[in-house]
């Protein structure tokens, strides 16, 4: 049974199907992400560093920094774009970082994850970029655990498979398997980042834990401790010094005056739903979504007044198809819908929001958003597009980075 369990736990893994051709007029071909379970050092001896820049396959975090654009291709590294002119973005470099999903940047020192460990890079020569510092073993919640009670991780390797054969053997298989199973410079991320950067400090989100790492020095992170937050901890946004953190059963606040020592205030509950949030002024808002870890939830925008952070309070509630990320900027809020397209409303008044819906594009597949000084940054099914949004009402689409993604299980 054990062993049953890790095979449903690695065909979970291999579920990202990145590209597909033809390779005769019967059979079809996709390259997709297997995976396999290595110790540590193998891991550790995987080949990190800058390349030529490549085409996304697929696209995860986002992160702006001065004007670098850093688009995240899950597990494989981060894309790394001159974006001085959004409407022209130039493909600088590669970062390959095996088990990359997050990243944050200080000073010139990016922060990444790497399956376990944390690394930093020095990124103040963009085409001579340098690790500087990798943390061990600071994210245990990614080991595996096999027989005899040996530390493993999971890699990816790209393997073209029949397409035909193998989502029938996928299908098959996981589903008999899992049914017996029992303050610097810093940049600014999307509502789904897992990373921020706050006071000196940078705090990750686990599944269930809140870690902090000392950035004074900002080449030399070190681990400091983690707090524990309960399961199904999911994003991480910093505001006036707090931090507000998306799980999927509601909002934890935690005051980080002392930035060594967060402190918890309160925690906002809801339903169990996928969570992100964003904070402006004294209101907080919350999307609510089902999904496949979320199907117990609702679609929903929430907004909670924050102006006690030890007592939120529920101001409005709007029904939404099926809300992912968001972004806040003046008195307009950007809403992600995901297959259903991106929506702008104006939320001047917070209990008209459902009213004052500005515009709606249906043409894209949106997961999360940033409003950024030169644009707004929208990351879709098919790649990643930027948007004027001087008139909120008529976004104005700027540019397109294209990925190869033809992931059939999307």
Known sequence: MKKNLTNALLLIFAMAIFTQCKKNNTDEFETIQIAKMVSADQMRALSVGITKPTIAKTTGKIYLYNDFLFINEPNKGI???????????????????????????????????????????????????????????????????????IKSVVIYKDTLVNKTTYRTQFYDTFYSNSSTGSSGTSGQGGSMARFTLLNDYLYTVGTSDLSLFDVKAASNPTFVKAINLGWGAETIFP????????????????????????????????????????????????????????????????????????????????????????????????????????????????????????????????????????????????????????????????????????NFFN
Do not use: W
């Open 79 to 149: 894309h790394i774009y001159n974006n001085t002119n959004p409407s022209a973005p130039i493909n600088l470099a590669f970062l390959q970082i095996p088990g990359n999903v997050d990243l944050s940047v200080r000073n010139n020192i990016l922060y990444a994850d790497s399956y376990v460990d944390l690394l930093a890079f020095d990124i103040s020569n963009i085409n001579a970029i340098k690790q500087v510092k990798r943390v061990q073993d600071v994210f245990p919640q990614f080991y595996f655990f096999t027989q005899g009670n």
């Open 239 to 406: 505001y006036d010094n707090k931090l507000f953190i998306g799980t999927n059963r509601g909002m934890h606040i935690f005051s980080a005056t002392d930035p060594a020592n967060p402190v918890k205030l309160s925690t906002y509950s809801h339903i169990v739903a996928c969570d992100p949030v964003v904070v402006q002024g004294r209101y907080a808002y919350v999307t609510l979504r089902t999904g496949n870890t979320c199907a117990q939830g609702m679609n929903q925008l929430e907004v909670v007044d924050i102006e006690d952070p030890t007592s939120p309070k529920q101001v409005a509630v709007y029904a939404m198809q099926n809300p992912h990320g968001l972004s806040v900027n003046g008195n307009n809020l950007f809403l992600c819908e995901g297959n259903f397209g991106i929506k702008t409303f104006n939320i001047t008044d917070k209990t008209k929001i459902g009213n004052n819906m500005l515009q709606y594009l249906k043409n894209i597949k949106s997961f999360d958003v940033i409003a950024g000084p030169k644009s707004l940054i929208v990351t879709g099914d098919d790649g990643v597009y930027q948007f004027s949004y001087s008139n909120p009402a008529m976004l104005r689409r700027l540019s397109m980075i294209r990925t190869t993604n033809n």
